[in-house]
């Protein structure tokens, strides 16, 4: 069951997930930027829910919520250790096929798993297994804040002074365990007293850009300009533009990104107005398992989100309507990628490699 209260007051501080008496809670991410609503998952189910319908969305949180997840399945399941281990790869297969293209999901059940997995080898007491699985959960989401501040560190440095940064989607606090990853440069910048301001792309049909950046940078006073998506390459032309930063939800070995559909477009028009175009990411986004782009799974979701606006029917009845929700940018268009181990420049493929988390290895 989800029950829901809102939460009191406007926050400086973003809190997207975290773990509280035996249950996982989300600021639910589908009533903002007009409510601030928890979410307070008490079963797996509840989890898997609230990442499907995006309650909790962004590469890194949906890692982070997975994780917590898994840590709940463990406390709700406490017996003898192969049991408590088919239980957990089962949730495990149920919460990876919630969202198949953000690779930060798969990421860290596996490495709860392997934490499952080693506690059973050493023939632990079952509470003692879960246990550790929620000091995992909680060491995925303290990680992930540090590699989104480091990512800051680097970032902000390619931001030119009273410079105008264009981003997609959200890859903000909202989508993070709280700083971000394409926002976390221009955080970083704005705290140090430098003059930057955003173009936020509205980011059809879903309006993470819209609804959650626009709100973000709002609560943390950071001057930001709404544009709908069609008027990215106008804004370029006139020159309002001085780089393009956006986030990622899996970044493979040749360095070809996923991220929210309209990136691609982004990337070009970028390359066609000889604009800087970063992308930002923790190193649990990096999949080497996968040559290049064109491997990676595309998430296709309800239709419905593209005929329909705020639940009104904008579109003709009984119109076919698509809706793929990542597009893939080859990394010829990419200029840089930014990690919390630092800026890799092309050819990205050495680098990516030695900067893929050790985690990411399929549990056996
Ligand atoms: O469908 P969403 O909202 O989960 O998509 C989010 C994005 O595409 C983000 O850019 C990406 O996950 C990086 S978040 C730090």
Known sequence: MV????????????????????????????????????????????????????????????????????????????????????????????????????????????????????CAAMQVEPLVLAARLLDEAHAIHAEDLAMCHAIGRHGAALIPERGHVLTHCNAGGLATAGYGTALAPIRTAHAAGRAVHVYVDETRPFLQGARLTAWELLQANIPLTLITDNMAGFMMQQGAIDCVIVGADRIVANGDVANKIGTYTLAVLAQAHQLPFYVAAPS???????????????????????????????????????????????????????????????PFHPTLAAHAHAALAPVA
């Open 284 to 346: 649990s986004t990096i999949d080497v398992t996968l040559a290049d782009g064109s491997q990676i799974p595309i998430e296709q979701r309800d239709p419905r989100e593209v005929t329909h606006l705020a639940g009104q029917q904008i579109a003709p009845l009984g119109v076919v309507a698509a809706h793929p929700a990542f597009d893939i940018t080859p990394h010829q268009l990419i200029t840089a990628i930014i990690t919390e181990q630092g800026v890799i420049t092309p």
């Open 3 to 118: 029950s829901e209260s809102a939460a009191s007051g406007a926050t400086t501080e973003l809190r997207t997930v975290w773990w509280d008496a035996g249950a996982v809670c989300l600021l639910d991410q589908t009533r903002l930027p007009h409510t601030q609503a928890i979410i307070t998952c008490h079963t797996l189910a509840d989890v898997a829910h609230a990442i499907k319908a995006m309650q909790v969305r962004g590469a890194p949180a949906i890692g982070i919520t997975a994780a917590y997840g898994l840590a709940l399945v463990a406390q709700q399941t406490v017996s003898d250790l192969p049991t408590m281990l088919a239980q957990l790869e089962a949730a495990r297969t149920t919460l990876n096929a919630q969202r198949p293209t953000a690779v930060n999901l798969s990421w860290a059940t596996a490495r709860m798993l392997r934490v499952a997995q080693q």
